[in-house]
């Protein structure tokens, strides 16, 4: 029997999945070269469940404790899952974050790439980072600045981390599309490939601009409790 969770999560996600063949078929790119990164942070476990049931293997996450309680013990159950670290990285849990996640898409400073790689190498786990991009400026948000991103990825390059892409979050406000061609241009810029951008609101938008990962959590989930 299927839960009513499940059949909810059932309906979002075929929406989502038609939108974004869609917007791939539109922007004449193959489909299965945009992932769909399921944000739970703070859903509860049920929905986890829902989703995991339906076959979805990758999971973005904001906090490395709570991502850490979630899914330390379902990573033996679920050998293909693929846990995305998508909210900023302190230093103090940098060690749980390269033990957990299979990919860090906030790296945003030198000092987090140095103790990456210490610990990575100290781990024998090298996992790839993007770089996020603060796109808008913004004081609040995490993300290195457009003018110092060149420097932090020569760095990161230069120090052996891999970096495989690009991510950002455009402000509250402003037309995403902006932001999203900024980003692919920086990545191109780099011969960056990967590019995570486009959220429940705007993913449409992300994709006819070479989004390779779009991160949804509400439309899939419903609003975060
Ligand atoms: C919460 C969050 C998302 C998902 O947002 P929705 O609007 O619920 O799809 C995506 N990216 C980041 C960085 C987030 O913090």
Request: net charge positive; aromatic share 6%; hydrophobic share 40%.
């Amino acid at each position: 029997m299927k839960t009513d969770s499940q059949k909810l999560f059932e309906n979002n996600l075929s929406l989502i999945a038609r939108m974004m063949g869609k917007s791939a078929k539109e922007s004449r790119r193959d489909p299965t070269s945009v992932a769909l990164v399921a944000v739970t942070k703070t859903q509860s476990e049920e929905k986890v469940e829902a989703a995991l049931a339906c076959g979805l293997r990758i999971f973005g996450e904001n906090r490395v404790q709570e991502a850490h309680a979630r899914w330390v013990g379902r990573k033996n159950l679920y050998p293909d899952l693929s846990l995305r670290l998508i909210g900023p990285l302190q230093t103090n849990k940098v060690r749980e974050a390269v033990s957990l996640f299979d990919v860090i898409e906030t790296l945003d400073r030198k000092s987090l790439v140095d103790q990456l790689v210490k610990e990575m190498e100290k781990q024998g786990r090298f996992i790839p980072c993007f770089i996020q991009v603060n796109t808008g400026e913004e004081p609040q948000k995490a993300g290195v600045f457009p003018r110092e991103f060149s420097a932090l990825f020569n760095y990161a390059r230069h120090v052996g981390l891999s970096v495989e892409g690009l991510m950002c979050a455009p402000p509250v406000g402003d037309p995403p599309a902006l932001h999203f061609a900024f980003l692919q241009k920086m990545a191109q810029e780099k011969g960056l490939v990967g590019l995570s951008m486009g959220m429940s609101q705007d993913f449409v938008k992300a994709i006819p601009l070479g989004a390779t990962h779009i991160r949804i959590g509400s439309a899939l989930f419903g609003s975060r409790v």
